[in-house]
């Protein structure tokens, strides 16, 4: 599935479902809307940027609402992304960030 399509499938949702209940994280939670409102907001940030298709994009967080919304803006974006555990080790850390010669991590 490409980046174009997950977006696409994701904005249906937010046209067919605004109000609804996206994501529950713990007590928390947020509707379609808003969470596509969040995703807008970092995907038009990560362009000014300079993020572009073939892009890769580091995302280190952990499971939760702001994972959701940076993994979403950075499709959005054109780019794509990588997920990084917080948890992992420095160095591996490291490589990683190397290996993709990203430009920027998203924390």
Same mark, same amino acid.
């Given at each position: 599935?490409? =980046?174009? %399509? ?11 479902? /605004? ?7 713990? %007590? ?5 809307r808003?969470? =596509?409102?969040?995703? =807008? ?17 580091c ?12 993994a ?13 555990? /917080? =948890? ?5 850390? %490291? ?7 990203? /430009?920027?991590?998203?924390?």
């Amino acid at each position: 599935m490409t =980046n174009k %399509n997950i977006v696409s499938i994701f904005e249906e949702q937010v046209k067919k479902f /605004p109000f609804s209940i996206a994501i529950i994280e713990g %007590n928390a939670s947020i509707s379609y809307r808003e969470l =596509n409102k969040s995703v =807008n907001r970092l995907a038009h940030y990560l362009i000014s940027r300079g993020v572009q298709t073939e892009t890769i994009i580091c995302l280190s967080a952990e499971r939760s609402i702001d994972f959701i919304i940076g993994a979403l803006a950075i499709l959005k974006s054109g780019a794509s992304y990588c997920p990084i555990d /917080p =948890n992992y080790p420095l160095e591996r850390i %490291n490589l990683i960030i190397e290996d993709t010669h990203t /430009p920027m991590v998203l924390c």
